[in-house]
Structures are given as C-alpha cells and as structure tokens.
C-alpha cells in the first residue's frame, strides 16, 4: 500500500457525505464547498476513483445538491443514512468494503457531526483518510476548524482539492492531466 500521506488512484476511494439541498442551505461556505466537491467527482470519474456517497435522512434534509448529481451521472446512487458515522450504515461498509480500496478521501457537511464521526470510525478500521480541507464545512467556521484538527490529531491527512486531484494524476503531461488542468485555472 502506499504512503498514508500520497493519494494513490488504485488505492483511493472517494466519499462524499451529505450535501444536500437544505443542508446546504445552512452553510456559510455552500457554493464553495459544492463546488470543490464537484472538482472531486469530475477527477475520481476521469482517474476512476469509485464514488460512494451519502444523504442523511433525505425525506428531512432533501437529496444531494443538483450539480453534484449531474457530475456523478450513473454513479449517483446515494446510500440513505440515519447514523452520523457513515460507517454504522451497513449499505454504506459494503460499498466501501466492494471497492477493496484503503484510502478514503473525504469530502462533505457538516464537518464537526459526520464527516468527524465518519473519518474516526474510518481510522479505526484502519483506512488512511485524507480529509478535504476546501471540500467541507459546518454552520459554524470554529467547529469546522476544531474538526479538522481532531481529525489531524487522530491521523487523518487534512489536505485540499487541487493537492489530492494532483496526486492521483501522479504526472504531468498525461491525458488526464490535460483534460483536468481546467479544473484549476
């Protein structure tokens, strides 16, 4: 296996926890945040990342943000979720366990509830967890800085879109590299 700190393609897998439209809605950082989770799903398609990603109570919280389904096209296929850790959704241990992938590259909302609670059952299980720094939020920016580093603390890799979508490209001069670069200009 790779180095836990150097996101590696055959080993990546990338979760996308929670936006969804009324969750959204609450968030400072929305538009950002959605579009850099965007970024994520247009390189992990390209590379070919699988994608798992979920929506927490959507009968409450509504589906996932237009734009995202769209970019996932026929991966959109969001497993429902009630438990803040993704990881206590047995749907969700087997889409992760099928994919037979060890670094988990997260991205989502909120920060300091199910991406924190997601990154540490994670940890536990012995994933390497990168954690999206420009692809996460919370309705509060101390609780989403704090989250970040428990999340440090504990061993995840707290990095950012354009790093991660580099290092899984590996190289420059590439056609994937040509047909990303766009992405970041």
Known sequence: MPSPCLLDRESALLCIIDIQERLAAAMAEREAVIEAARRLVVAARRLEVPVVMT????KGIGPTEPVLVEALGPEYRPVEKLHFS??????????????????????GMETHVCVLATCLDLLDAGHQVHVIADAVC????????LALAQMAQMGAVVTCV???VYQLLGRAGTPEFKELLPLFK
């Open 55 to 58: 929506e927490q109570y959507p």
């Open 86 to 107: 993704c990881c206590r959704e047995t749907p969700f241990e087997a889409a992760v366990a099928d994919t037979g992938r060890r670094q988990i590259v997260l991205c």
């Open 138 to 145: 919370s309705r509060d920016a101390v609780h989403k800085d």
């Open 162 to 164: 354009e790093a991660a």
